[in-house]
T-cell receptor
Framework: DAGVIQSPRHEVTEMGQEVTLRCKPISGHNSLFWYRQTMMRGLELLIYFNNNVPIDDSGMPEDRFSAKMPNASFSTLKIQPSEPRDSAVYFC?????????????FGEGSWLTVV | DQQVKQNSPSLSVQEGRISILNCDYTNSMFDYFLWYKKYPAEGPTFLISISSIKDKNEDGRFTVFLNKSAKHLSLHIVPSQPGDSAVYFCASAIQGAQKLVFGQGTRLTINP
């Protein structure tokens, strides 16, 4: 079975540029999450969707961050304009709402470096 | 404010001995707890979980203990193996809710 697929795996961009991260959740999963990993704060939830609808975006750090889920098989996380402090690993994850416990399944992450 | 805390950034254990990773939480509403394991350049993968109605859950070499009064959980790995070297994240949630709150992670190194 294909897991959560993220692209790009690595991105290096200049400060001020727009960054778009992409995610394809596991087929049949109806919840999708965007997390960010940093050394100081570990894994932080940025936003999550149920059935393509954003439910909680309280973790989105600033208006520079936005996320969309136009259909059940695709989501994007956009940063515009990007800043060096946005450098982190961004993970997308998916789950079946009401499934086993609260288990969610992560992609391999997108490593973002803003210089 | 960090609702889930892993106060040890790293831990080094000799192969064959017991590894104990600790996690504290502050939100008394949390009633479901999970541990995830993460290898370099990979996403975190689910390891073991426990509901607040239990104080222990065991799966092979992995055991999670929950102390609700202290708002503390721990993961025991025995015996530790080199393949256990990874970053371990604990996570807390309100059961049935979608949101998992993770700690900062602990890097476990198993020395041969």
């Amino acid at each position: 079975d294909a897991g959560v697929i993220q692209s790009p795996r690595h991105e290096v961009t200049e400060m001020g540029q727009e960054v778009t991260l992409r995610c394809k959740p596991i087929s049949g999963h109806n919840s999708l999450f965007w997390y960010r990993q940093t050394m100081m704060r570990g894994l932080e939830l940025l936003i999550y969707f149920n059935n393509n609808v954003p439910i909680d975006d309280s973790g989105m750090p600033e208006d520079r961050f936005s996320a969309k889920m136009p259909n059940a098989s695709f989501s994007t996380l956009k940063i515009q304009p990007s800043e060096p402090r946005d450098s982190a690993v961004y993970f997308c994850a998916s789950s079946v709402r009401g499934g086993a416990g609260n288990t969610i399944y992560f992609g391999e992450g997108s490593w973002l470096t803003v210089v | 404010d960090q609702q889930v805390k892993q106060n040890s950034p790293s831990l080094s254990v000799q192969e064959g001995r017991i590894s104990i990773l600790n996690c504290d939480y502050t939100n008394s509403m949390f009633d479901y707890f999970l541990w995830y394991k993460k290898y370099p350049a990979e996403g975190p993968t689910f390891l073991i979980s426990i509901s607040s109605i239990k104080d222990k859950n065991e799966d092979g070499r992995f055991t999670v203990f929950l102390n609700k009064s202290a708002k503390h959980l721990s993961l025991h790995i025995v015996p530790s193996q080199p393949g256990d070297s990874a970053v371990y994240f604990c996570a807390s949630a309100i059961q049935g809710a979608q949101k998992l709150v993770f700690g900062q992670g602990t890097r476990l190194t198993i020395n041969p």
